[in-house]
């Protein structure tokens, strides 16, 4: 698929750090939307609450309440009976210097709110550091929310799949169970 050579190029030659953190953000909004849309509903970029105090880099609603036949739902449809994932929280964090660390991570759970559901990712142009997984286990002791990671090769690897004509949010099933595992 030239489409998906096209996501790996431009996300390959983007610049990391400010330089190129709006182009970080359209990027992965527009690979996010190749891989899930549908099931899920296009991004709400820049979604803000109604005070205006807190802005969400994008959220693609789930309306998977029941699988209807949509072999590729099946996936949503769980997360939103195990985390109320209602609306799929993405964050992007495309930094160059700066470490992935707990501040990002407590970001990401200052919008899990009611109504966003207990998921949210964190889309990283590298890895987050050890206090960040920490953080996020934290989390989900005391508040069964979850907050994965999702790296560049992680999106890669989606769009690899895509290609193979699986269904990218088995990838996502994966995170989620391997973070299950990896729990302390």
Not at 4 to 25: V, Y
Not at 29 to 51: D, G, M
Not at 55 to 79: Q, Y
Not at 88 to 95: A, G, M, T, V
Request: some cysteine; proline content about 4%.
């Amino acid at each position: 698929m030239n489409q998906i050579n096209d996501f790996i190029q431009r996300l390959d030659t983007c610049p990391m750090g400010n330089a190129g953190w709006s182009q970080f953000e359209d990027i992965c909004t527009e690979i996010l939307e190749f891989l899930f849309v549908p099931p899920l509903r296009p991004a709400q970029r820049q979604a803000r609450t109604y005070s205006g105090i807190s802005r969400r880099d994008a959220v693609l609603p789930n309306r998977n309440i029941s699988v209807n036949g949509l072999e590729n739902s099946r996936n949503w449809h769980h997360l939103f009976q195990e985390l109320d994932a209602r609306m799929i929280l993405f964050e992007f964090k495309n930094y160059d210097n700066t470490e992935i660390g707990t501040d990002e991570v407590n970001q990401a759970l200052n919008y899990l709110t009611n109504p966003m559901g207990r998921l949210a990712f964190l889309v990283c142009s590298k890895s987050p550091n050890d206090q960040a997984h920490i953080r996020r286990n934290t989390i989900f002791t005391n508040e069964r929310k979850v907050i994965l990671f999702i790296t560049k090769e992680n999106l890669k690897e989606m769009l690899g799949m895509k290609e193979r004509n699986e269904d990218p949010s088995d990838f996502i099933m994966d995170l989620l169970e391997l973070f299950y595992i990896q729990h302390e």
